[in-house]
């Protein structure tokens, strides 16, 4: 089947398996039964050990610690495989429906991420004329007023005290934002440089075992924040866990679409170059486009601009390999966000100007924030396989009841061309600790064995909630990562503009945008 359509496919061709595949992805139900049998917890969940200490991990802790209800139901232990989390490291991120949800998870870790954030308040479209490098708009919405006129379920959750949940924020300030905020009386540790080798039961509950010879104390569940590359997403598939992370998911399973990101981070020098409201623009090219935002870096610091170039591989048509491009190594998913550092600053600015320039993406402002930035980072779009037999938990075999379950990225890496990856990681953390209080309050108030609540059902109500609009995100992003990028003869991408053009007089656009970025919890 795979040949039959590589053949079918020509090199000035835009791939169109990943769109059915995807589309089939909408009407697939998971075959799980939460009526399978497992040994019935009786005791309530106090340790949670939460393996990686990104956006999902971090706001899990938050979500079992912050709650005045729950505030000291928990015992925290979070690990991470990195030496420490860096600040810098990443690029800038949209967070609206993920905003929202942190309100109900405590309104002052909402504030404190609205003040290290700085408001977006338009999205500008435009393509490149067919006739010369000026440009013709597609679409400009006002994110506000597209909000407000949407009303209903939406603007309940988006609208927060009169002002729209629509933020831009580093990536690393995000972090570092919900690590400084969890609650100093609540029972929370980081352990940083601990690599994640196998999960086994112990004394009372679960261990974590870690690269360096060390297990941790027993946990009561353990959640996999680990991200692409999850340790715990092999631990629930294969019952086991590789000393390689390369073997993971991260690497082996995922598919490289054929689409590169470049970043240029430009910090900036004084407050007074944060221009409200913020506009992100986009400017469609043929084979490529470019992107840029400001976004906000900490309270009473001043922000960054980001430029981000988006282009079709050469050595790809699609996801398939050119003949003469045997034996090129596709780029890695970079999903510790590293600078490449065999390769010098001024080389990375080379490479991301001469994208510009070879598919012909106009507009001077990218050029100068390119050549003006000095954090640069590089990664390959994968596409990872929502659909799983095994599903987001497992049962650790011996463990008196003990769950190992997913969140975040290491449950659904999407692409990242509808900005979702963090809000739908803090939904998770949010839906997941609601499940986790209501087990405790369940068999707090159970008086009867045969009554006790199932953890294991509770863990695949989770699951289906959050499944359905996670991969519904994954199949629009990678649709619309082709659409956007066009093609390299013209024809896709003449396609393209008079398609977006179309969809925006009938204001789909803003249909898309509102659907994802509405929280589903």
């Not at 809000?423 to 953390?429: E, K």
């Not at 108030?445 to 199932?454: E, N």
Request: aromatic share 8%.
């Amino acid at each position: 089947m795979v040949n039959m359509m590589k053949r079918s496919i020509g090199k000035k061709t835009m791939p169109l398996w990943p769109v059915l595949l995807y589309a089939c992805f909408f009407n697939v139900t998971s075959s799980l039964s939460i009526s399978e049998t497992s040994k019935v917890r009786t005791n309530p969940i106090k340790r949670v050990g939460i393996v990686g200490a990104g956006i999902a991990g971090l706001s899990l802790a938050h979500a079992l610690t912050n709650s005045l209800d729950h505030q000291n139901d928990f015992e925290v232990t979070i690990f991470d495989s990195r030496k420490s989390l860096d600040y810098t490291a990443g690029s800038g991120v949209q967070l609206n429906g993920g905003l929202a949800i942190l309100g109900k998870i405590n309104p002052d870790t909402q504030r404190s991420v609205m003040e290290a954030a700085i408001p977006i308040r338009n999205i500008r479209s435009n393509n490149k004329s067919w006739g010369d490098d000026s440009l013709d708009n597609l679409w400009d919405i006002d994110i506000e007023k597209m909000v407000k006129d949407k009303g209903g379920t939406t603007a309940d959750e988006l609208i927060v005290d009169g002002n729209v949940m629509w933020y831009g924020i580093m990536r690393g300030v995000l972090q570092k934002t919900l690590l400084e905020t969890i609650p100093k009386n609540a029972a929370v540790e980081v352990n940083f440089d601990k690599t994640l080798t196998g999960i086994k039961s112990g004394t009372g509950g679960a261990v974590c075992e870690f690269r360096d010879g060390t297990s941790s104390e027993s946990f009561d569940i353990i959640v996999g924040c680990d991200g692409i590359k999850s340790g715990v997403k092999e631990f629930v598939e294969k019952g086991k866990i590789s000393d390689d992370a390369s073997k993971r998911e991260g690497n082996a399973a995922a598919l490289y679409s054929g689409i590169r990101v470049g970043y240029a981070i430009q910090d900036l020098d004084a407050l007074e170059d944060k221009k409200l409201p913020v506009t992100l623009e986009q400017v469609f090219a043929d084979g490529a486009y470019a992107f840029s935002g400001i976004f906000g870096n900490g309270p009473n610091r001043p922000p960054c601009k980001g430029c981000f170039v988006i282009s079709l591989d050469d050595a790809y048509n699609g996801p398939f390999r050119r003949k003469e491009s045997a034996g090129r190594t596709a780029p890695s998913e970079n999903a510790d966000w590293s600078q490449d550092e065999r390769k010098s600053k001024d080389e990375t600015r080379r490479t991301m100007l001469d994208r510009l320039e070879r598919f012909n993406v106009p507009g001077e402002d990218f050029v100068s924030m390119i050549e003006n930035s000095d954090r640069f980072f590089e990664l390959g779009v994968y596409f990872h396989n929502p659909i799983s037999l095994s599903g987001w938990s497992k049962e650790i075999s011996g463990s008196a009841g003990c769950f190992a379950v997913l969140c975040g990225d290491s449950a659904h890496a999407m692409p990242p061309f509808l900005g979702q990856g963090a809000n739908q990681a803090i939904q998770d953390a949010y839906l997941l600790a609601q499940k986790i209080c209501l087990f405790n309050s369940e068999l707090q108030g159970s008086r009867i064995a045969d009554m006790k609540p199932d953890l294991r059902a509770l863990l695949k109500e989770y699951e289906y909630t959050r499944w359905k609009p996670t991969t519904s995100i994954t199949a629009k992003a990678a649709i619309l990562g082709y659409l956007e990028t066009g093609g390299r003869d013209g024809f896709f991408s003449k396609f393209r503009d008079v398609f977006f053009k179309t969809l925006s007089i009938a204001g789909i656009p803003t249909r898309v945008l509102l659907d994802a970025a509405t929280p589903k919890v």
